[in-house]
């Protein structure tokens, strides 16, 4: 079997043919449509291109005989809905609207059309896009760049144009460049997309000021991060609290953060100007071995060497100190005041030679991740000689290095040099320190990337009946924050330890349970209506007898009435005060972001949860390993271990309760806010002593649709496709989803093939598959493709008492087609069980997915000359049909 065809965008992006509309006058009142018929005049373009003027270019039924890959339409607004329809009377299969200013209406016209008629519509408010390598000018954004591996997407043409302009003067070349405004047809997702795919493309640079789809955004970018470094610049920063919140969590939490969050959970790196963009893209294009945060600073200077010791401590990276072996080593070959303490600072006196002795050394040493050179001019010193001698180093030193030479006219030509050997260089330590920041950044997200989990942990199941209708009485009285007895319902039922309590309507009863309880005890306010119970008094600690109890009752509801007159207060919730006298207070929290939805929140807790700012933030579902890393991240984690003769705290028991709240907020879409603060853990576990529930019943309606994960930004591991299977002739076999560990796994497949097995299913006679498509294989979006694997569990004979090893003998996978109605299958099965049903069951698989996702039509091509493959086809019957593009496939196609 082969893919179909070409990626969808290539008609758009690597056209060999253009139609232009166009008109005489030039297009008064549009300088961009203007703009774009000149540079395609004065490109180098070398397919065929043709310009046509709608009032002056002869019939329609003349021009519907011409052909073309791609219509350009730099028109006004008003004619563009004539050229789009006549463009695919052309045979177009896409097109670019060079405009601006187009509304959502007029945009949603266009894009109807475009769809109707099955065109890839790249705009309107775009501004165009280049391919430099194939001298392709389609846009308004100014010369046509450099070739070169970079490929950019924008949300912004005038800062394209400056883009462009800072990279000619800075010699940076790109494989594309693609401009997308507001409203586009073709947006930033395709446009990942397109790059992902793209050989001419190692690093994408992405300024985005916006986006409307989370689920799409995250599914395209996840993907495009697969294959190579993503670096995003992302405008429109704003702080936290931005609109009315019903909890702590909603209120410290700003869209930002979540952005944040979500770049890390894709794999991306974000920075925060357009020249730290290109420098960022330069360094991970080199596709160093994934790395940590230990740099080796080398310098000829004290004072540029701290500049760059305090920023790697800005931004949270760590100095490597050289082994004591390899110092020991390295010293007797440098300047006597070298000192190899924090920096290797090599002194006033450091040679070329020097340089290089160091180089070697870091090099050798397995405590560091990377290097920095760092060169300032001094009297005496050779600049271009130590360039030479880093520069000798790149070829063998196996870990990023990056190069500092500080001034202006004297360092040119070792910065030259350093240029010449592709060591990406900086004009000061600061700039070049980040960079390496953003290497260790881009493989530490990498490690996130790689998580798919399932909604529900192996932890016991959750009763999903008991909160569903806890939600739904609380709904049914038209209120959606619930009472803290309430929420710890809720949160009993995934089995979340919390603090027991119970409701006194009156002092009397007030004092019975604290007295049942034991004291001391806690007193809190229960209404619908007060969100934080503090604000107004509603809280009262260590109340230590029954006296005390009844009197604060009396004095807690006649406060509270006072201070909030309009609420409904049911009584006072009474509980025993928590134990543990050096656990630590910590906050757990869901936020919902528009548009990536739920967010999982992690910090300090206490009264002062806002004024700390502790937060760290998680995309949901997670895992042991995300929910350990989320942990991490907070400031407050630094107290969880050892901490001031405490003892460290039962982390499983932490990450167990974060597991329990990700089951939730998958399982229960209705959940808007929550806060669970504090959370009590010492080394016997976790305890929510406090809980503040915000549901929404606009939320209702998602819960009851066929996506019952649709208000996640990414999709879990779809578990619920796993199935255990019996084989033919005894045993059996798992068909489950693909996950990122099959790797090596489907390797052994492939390499086990016959030369036939392997030419009928990629058409080629490769004997293994390359790392990046392995990873494209085994990293799949759940959200707009599937591969269902075949895994048998086998005993190894030579070590029978052995776990049982497992070996993937078959694979059928399906990926969306751009039109989102119909899909494209492939599939494979070792040889030695070929013929055995396995590819039938792998089909049938493949197909129930599908179905369940919506498709409405599954198809494929099949080698004229692979009868077992043609045969398989008829039997689950589908249609074989010629395939008029290539007489020696067949084209296999089913309804679902």
């Known amino acids: 079997m082969k893919a179909m065809d070409k990626h969808y965008l290539t008609p758009l992006f690597t056209p060999e043919s253009i139609v232009v509309f166009g008109c005489s006058d030039g297009c008064a009142g549009c300088s961009a449509a203007l703009a774009v018929q000149q540079a395609l005049r004065q490109g180098s373009y070398q397919g065929r291109l043709q310009f046509v003027d709608l009032h002056t270019s002869g019939t329609l039924e003349q021009l519907s005989h011409t052909h073309a890959d791609l219509a350009v339409i730099a028109l006004p607004e008003e004619q563009a809905p004539e050229a789009l329809e006549l463009a695919a009377r052309m045979g177009c299969r896409s097109a670019l609207m060079v405009s601006h200013g187009v509304g959502p209406e007029a945009a949603r016209k266009l894009r109807d059309i475009a769809a109707r008629d099955g065109l890839q519509l790249l705009g309107p408010n775009s501004l165009g896009f280049q391919r430099p390598g194939a001298g392709l000018n389609a846009s308004a954004c100014g010369p046509l760049a450099k070739p ?21 003067q800075n010699r940076v070349g790109f494989s594309s460049l693609i401009s997308v405004g507001p409203h586009t047809a073709v947006g930033i997702a395709e446009a990942l997309d397109f790059l992902a795919n793209d050989a001419q493309t190692h690093s994408i640079i992405v300024y985005l000021e916006g986006i409307t789809n989370a689920r799409s955004f995250m599914s395209a970018l996840r993907s495009a991060a697969n294959a190579k470094p993503v670096i995003v610049l992302k405008a429109g920063r704003r702080a936290a609290g931005g609109r009315a919140a019903q909890t702590h969590s909603a209120a410290s939490v700003g869209s930002d953060d979540v952005f944040d969050s979500a770049l890390r959970r894709a794999g991306a790196v974000r920075v925060r100007s357009f020249v730290e963009l290109f420098s960022a893209a330069k360094c991970l294009a080199s596709r160093y071995r994934p790395v940590g945060r230990r740099l080796a600073v080398i310098t000829n200077g004290g004072g540029p060497g701290v500049l760059a010791a305090d920023w790697a401590n800005e931004i949270g990276l760590e100095l490597a100190r050289l082994a004591p072996a390899v110092a020991e080593g390295l010293r007797p070959g440098l300047p006597p005041l070298a000192s190899l303490s924090d920096l290797i600072d090599l002194s006033e006196d450091a040679t070329a030679e020097h340089y290089r002795l160091a180089l070697e050394a870091v090099a050798a040493d397995r405590g560091v991740d990377g290097a920095l050179a760092i060169h300032s001019p001094k009297a005496g010193s050779d600049s271009s000689a130590a360039a030479e001698a880093v520069a000798a180093m790149q070829r063998h030193f196996g870990k990023p290095l990056l190069a500092c030479w500080m001034g202006d006219s004297s360092v040119e030509a070792g910065r030259e040099v350093l240029r010449a050997a592709d060591i990406p260089s900086f004009r000061t330590p600061e700039a070049a320190v980040g960079a390496f920041g953003n290497i260790a950044t881009f493989y530490q997200n990498q490690q996130l990337l790689q998580q798919t989990p399932p909604p529900l942990s192996d932890l016991g199941a959750p009763d999903l009946e008991c909160a569903r209708l ?18 710890k319902a809720l949160l009993s039922a995934f089995h979340i330890p919390v603090t027991h309590a119970a409701l006194a309507r009156s002092a009397n009863e007030a004092m019975l349970l604290a007295s049942q309880m034991g004291f001391p005890v806690a007193l809190k306010i229960d209404s619908p209506d007060i ?7 509603g809280v009262a600690l260590n109340v230590s007898n029954g006296a ?32 543990a006298r050096r656990g630590r207070e910590v906050f757990v929290g869901l936020v919902t972001d528009d548009p990536f939805g739920p967010v999982i929140v992690f910090g300090a807790g206490g009264m002062m949860v806002e004024l700390i700012g502790d937060r760290a933030m998680e995309l949901p579902p997670l895992n042991q390993f995300l929910a350990r890393r989320l942990i991490e991240r907070a400031r407050v984690s630094e107290t969880l271990g050892e901490w001031r003769g405490a003892p460290a705290v039962a982390l499983q028991a932490l990450e167990q309760l974060l597991l329990r709240v990700s089951e939730m907020v998958c399982e229960l879409p209705q959940l808007r806010e929550m806060d669970l603060n504090p959370v009590i853990v010492d ?14 019943s606009a939320q209702v309606a998602m819960a009851g649709s066929g996506d019952r994960y649709r208000h996640l930004a990414i999709r879990p591991y779809p578990a619920r496709f796993e199935q255990l299977l019996p084989l033919p002739g005894g045993g059996e076999y798992l068909m489950r989803p693909v996950r990122t560990g099959d790797g090596e796994m489907l390797q052994r497949l492939v390499r086990g093939l016959s030369p036939q097995s392997r030419y009928f299913r990629f058409v080629s006679s490769r004997a293994e598959l ?20 075949a895994v048998l569990r086998e005993i190894d004979p030579e070590h029978p008492q052995a776990p049982p090893g497992e070996r993937i003998i078959g694979v059928s996978r399906y990926i969306t087609n751009p039109d989102q109605s119909s899909c494209e299958f492939s599939l494979v099965v070792a040889d030695e069980w070929s013929g055995k049903g396995i590819g039938s069951r792998l089909m049938q698989g493949i197909m129930d997915v599908a179905r369940e996702r919506g498709l409405k039509t599954i198809e494929g091509l099949v080698l004229s000359n692979n009868p077992a493959m043609l045969k398989l086809m008829r039997g689950l019957g589908f249609a074989v049909e010629a395939f008029p593009e290539d007489p020696d496939f067949r084209l296999v196609r089913h309804a679902l």
Request: cysteine-free; overall charge negative; aromatic content about 4%.
């Open 148 to 168: 070169g591996p970079l490929g950019l997407v924008s949300q912004s043409g005038a800062l394209t144009a400056s883009m462009l302009d800072w990279a000619l």
């Open 683 to 696: 080394e016997h576990g976790a305890v929510t002593v406090d809980a503040r529930i915000v549901v929404d």
């Open 548 to 579: 005390q109890a009844r009197d604060t009752f009396e004095d807690m509801m006649r406060t509270v009435a006072r201070l909030k007159p309009d609420a409904r207060i049911n009584g006072v919730t009474v509980q025993k005060m928590a134990g």
């Open 770 to 789: 390359p790392a990046s498509m392995l990873a494209r294989f085994t990293l799949i979006d759940y959200d707009r493709e599937m591969a269902l694997v």
């Open 470 to 487: 806890v939600i739904e009485s609380v709904l049914a009285e038209r209120r959606t924050m619930l009472t803290e007895m309430e929420s």
């Open 531 to 537: 969100t934080h119970k503090s604000d107004v008094q």
